[in-house]
T-cell receptor, first 114, second 113 residues
Framework: GENVEQHPSTLSVQEGDSAVIKCTYS??????FPWYKQELGKRPQLIID?????GEKKDQRIAVTLNKTAKHFSLHITETQPEDSAVYFC?????????????FGKGTKLSVIP | DVKVTQSSRYLVKRTGEKVFLECVQD?????MFWYRQDPGLGLRLIYF???????EKGDIPEGYSVSREKKERFSLILESASTNQTSMYLC????????????FGSGTRLTVV
């Protein structure tokens, strides 16, 4: 099955700096890659996603890049703010049994230091 | 505007008890999922369902079963709770058409003593 590796597991940055989280996946058939943000005590929420026919997608301070050949994708957060502090999960879609499922990375705890 | 509702936020059960975790979604989604979340292990798929009365095993189904009698409701059952099933359980749902992200519930923190 699909395997998603996520790095780093923890990341501390100064407010205003950029943060980058990287993920690799194993199944070349995967074609959908969402990112989730989970604040302490809250549910994971989708913040951005990318499909395999696109190399990059941006939404204000957040961007995601995808390299299908190398099978890796990354989340970039610019001008970080304290409210960006959270655990971030990447995921890759896998097909099977009439539907699809998401396989998640183990998460990155991002701390933005004021 | 909560769209995926898990019946309990916190639950404490004894070893050997049969435990039911309920999840209801109001978005008419075909797919529903149960994950458990443990520190350092991320989210691991227990079971999923893509239609009423259909169920498929995920990566860690041992010790669990599920029920989906209605489209909006997906139940996770711990047949005989054990201490290693102490965890955060997250329910999610999604549309089957195309590839879309999940909508998660708020989670149930289960402690087995």
């Amino acid at each position: 099955g699909e395997n998603v590796e996520q790095h780093p597991s923890t990341l501390s940055v100064q407010e205003g700096d950029s943060a980058v989280i990287k993920c690799t996946y194993s199944d070349s058939a995967s074609n959908y890659f969402p990112w989730y943000k989970q604040e302490l005590g809250k549910r994971p929420q989708l913040i951005i996603d990318i499909r395999s026919n696109v190399g990059e997608k941006k939404d204000q301070r957040i961007a995601v890049t995808l390299n299908k050949t190398a099978k890796h994708f990354s989340l970039h957060i610019t001008e970080t703010q304290p409210e960006d502090s959270a655990v971030y999960f990447c995921a890759a879609s896998t097909s099977g049994a009439g539907s699809y499922q998401l396989t998640f990375g183990k998460g990155t705890k991002l701390s933005v230091i004021p | 505007d909560v769209k995926v509702t898990q019946s309990s936020r916190y639950l404490v059960k004894r070893t050997g008890e049969k435990v039911f975790l309920e999840c209801v979604q109001d978005m008419d989604h075909e797919n529903m999922f149960w994950y458990r979340q443990d520190p350092g292990l991320g989210l691991r798929l227990i079971y999923f369902s893509y239609d009423v009365k259909m169920k498929e095993k995920g990566d860690i189904p041992e010790g669990y079963s599920v029920s989906r009698e209605k489209k909006e409701r997906f139940s996770l059952i711990l047949e005989s709770a054990s201490t290693n099933q102490t965890s955060m359980y997250l329910c999610a749902s999604s549309l089957n058409r195309g590839r879309n992200g999940y909508t998660f519930g708020s989670g149930t923190r289960l402690t087995v003593v």
